[in-house]
């Protein structure tokens, strides 16, 4: 009998452990031995002088036929059945391990079984195989740690595994038990199958997303992947967390010489939906995450070392490219269309039983047709990094990684609120970055250029900057610190124009007009920043801490000829949260106004949570209505979020005006400004007030040859909502008008003058009355005025709006004894 048809006789050993025993019946040509470990020989009669054998009844020799020819009918109904047993022992040790399963072998020998598996529910099974073919050997008392049947080749044509896959993990169903305990299992150092060749198999992964399908073929040989072959058909997915739409994609693995892996892999999706959260499903009409026309593509040669288990497999040279777009994605962080992206790696892998790790260059190309995140705009924005050394690790003391190269970017248009930037270039010439479980430190330097830079009212065309900075992050501690070389050539602030096109039409302007020169001295001006140090860094709240120091000096070479200046006070910052610091600030040309402004013990103040800081001012300047101010003042200002800007006066500041038209020619005005209340002046969002005392008010209008003197009192000045009519109210204490006129042709004696003016939104009026002594008692006679309104920006402006259309030209009045001050030369 050959050894293929040998019986398969089984034993029951204990509880549920069996083994397969070889037997052979007894008849067989003599010899040493009948197959069960017998002697083949009988014993011999009983010829001496014994006592003979009973008479009668079945003898020794009868039972021993018995029993042989019982054993050989067993045997043969056993050959005969010896499949199905197999296939019940089978089914029987798989229910033992909690596995329900539908065994049929189709042929069973001692080295060779065909047949088809069916594990898991009939509908949905967790495995099944259409039919597989199995060489393999038997080793019954190996020992040693050696396995009792060791596969040689298996063959299996349309077998069906399905997965769950979720936290992470590979759940095998009802056999997850039975494979985590053979991938716990201590290595036996036993050889792996010499082939193991899967047809048109098919895979089922059940994950958060929905279910995958792939199909595919798969070639082992000696242990190691030779061919891999999948494919994804076009179908949909839908789960808790995900939806979406597959076109195709393929997998293609093979090996090659040089102990690698050659992969080829591509997919396509038409669009997915991405939910986070807790996947609840009510959720799908919101999705976090909405992609459209997705497509992946993979080239690469990975590491395939021999002789080798676990990540050791994975050291060796690796080469490949991973690119994939997108038409469209729209997230809560980010929406964008025309995406782009590619990673080339050309480096080595290097892989134990402590991780893995690959270091070697890289290549990371990024592009986005428009980028919108949150008010930021971008345009056609790229991403380049050529020349990247990178070497990363994952090993069981966490992530660490280390960078260092060159980096591009370029950005067509940019725009966040009022911020514009077209045609910008970011270069780092050099940058090096590190990261591992104690912190993250990076170095860098490069530049910066612009077409044009635009906020509000202010412009640069041809801006550029250097810099170099670097950034650290220790035990949730941060600082990152910037220092920078700034220029624009061609620089321009618009917001003076729409005044300054009225100063240039009112025929009193002054010529040196401030406004007027102002204006045209910003328009095309070139500005250049040195040594502007930055720092940002991690404070007791959410909100980062900063301090800004300009280590050289800021200047602007103004149109025209003029110069502005901003200088740091020796060893300050010009803004800091975590020092007091400020600045100078000189404003000087042929036609422009004289202005120096000094700030000092400036900086955050956590009791407003704003700014804070102390002025001195000196300017000299001229604008319609007035020439010839010269103002001195010096007090303390705060700014906040939530109250705005506050301004105060340490001391009574001093006012004089050499002209002005207000109705009439107005000469010599000088006054006196101290603070009541609070502030002198606040502003906020909603507009602005100026309130205060004035005293010391003198002025003379030589049109109409009269003198003022002696004027104190209150004033209000403030703006009005949806108006540009500057709201006012002047209290008028008291003042002394006197004729400028002498001798005969007097035409009044002196008069004192006391009552309110107002302005509103219609017309500026205002109620006086004029008192002279007569006969040691005073006259008095009211006098009223009512002139058009004087106009005002109701919100801060850049520059001033201060329109006092003239009523007319004055006339002369004879001389009286109570007459009273000219109407139309009221001082605003």
Known sequence: MADDEALWFPAQMGGSDSFLRVTRPDGSSDGEDDGIGLPNSRPPRNTGGGKPPRKGGFKASSWLWIALWGTAAIGIVTVAARKEIAAEITRGWLK????????????????????????????RPDVSVEHFDADYSLSLFAGHGQPL????RLHAVHPLVALVLKDGRLHFGSLDKLVQNALNAPAT?????QLIQLDDASVLITTDYGVVRTRGNLTVADGRIRYLSLSLPASQFNGPRGAGDIRD?????????????????????????????????????????????IGVTLDAHLPYRKGTVGLGTLTGPLTGTLSAHADGLQSPAAVGDGLEGSLTLNGALAGDRHGLTYDGMTRLVARAGTLTSGTLDGKDVRLDLPALHLRAGFTDKGLSAAAAGTAAADVAALRQGDVFVKDAHLDLGTFSLSTDANGTHGDFNGSLKAARAAAGDFSVDGASASFAGSARSESGQWTAAVTSDIVGSRASYTGLSALAADHRKDPKAPKDDAVVAMDRAFRGFAIRVRGLKTTLMSGASTTPHYDVRLNGSAEAQLNGGGRMVVTPLAGKPILSTEARGGFALALDGADLPKLKLGISDFGSDPRITGLSGRYALTARFSTAPVSGVALDAHGQFNAAADTGLAVTLDAPATVTVASAELGDHIENLTGTVSQTGGALFRANPGGWHASGLYSGLSLS??????TLGGGQGRFDVFSQAD??????????????????????????????????????????????????????????????????????????????????????????????????????????
């Not at 150092?189 to 199958?193: I, K, L, R, S, Y």
């Not at 209290?731 to 004729?739: E, K, M, S, V």
Request: with cysteine; charged share 20%.
């Open 701 to 706: 209008a030589p049109v109409e040859q009269i």
């Open 96 to 123: 033992s391990q909690g596995v329900t399963a539908k065994v049929k072998f189709d042929t069973l020998s001692f080295s060779h079984v065909s047949g088809t598996v069916l594990i898991g529910d009939a509908v």
């Open 149 to 152: 049947l060791r596969l040689n």
């Open 189 to 193: 150092g036993a050889p792996p199958p």
């Open 723 to 828: 108006s540009d009519v500057l709201g006012m109210k002047l209290l008028l204490d008291g003042a002394t008008i006197t004729d400028a006129v002498v001798g005969d042709q007097r035409r009044f004696n002196p008069m004192r003058l006391a009552g309110t003016m107002t302005q509103d939104r219609k017309a500026l009026g205002g109620r006086f009355t004029a008192s002279v002594p007569v006969a040691g008692k005073p006259q008095r006679r009211p006098i009223s005025a009512r002139l058009p309104a004087i106009y005002w920006p109701r919100t801060l402006p850049a520059g001033l709006a201060l329109r006092a259309p003239s009523p007319g030209p004055a006339t002369k009045r004879p001389a009286r004894a109570c007459s009273p001050p000219p109407t139309s030369t009221i001082p605003a």
């Open 249 to 293: 994609g393929t997998i293609v693995a093979r090996a090659i010489a040089g102990d690698q892996l050659e992969v080829h892999a591509a997919f396509d999706v038409t669009n997915a939906d991405i939910r986070g959260g807790d996947g609840v499903v009510e959720d799908a009409d919101h999705p976090d995450l909405h992609v459209q026309a």
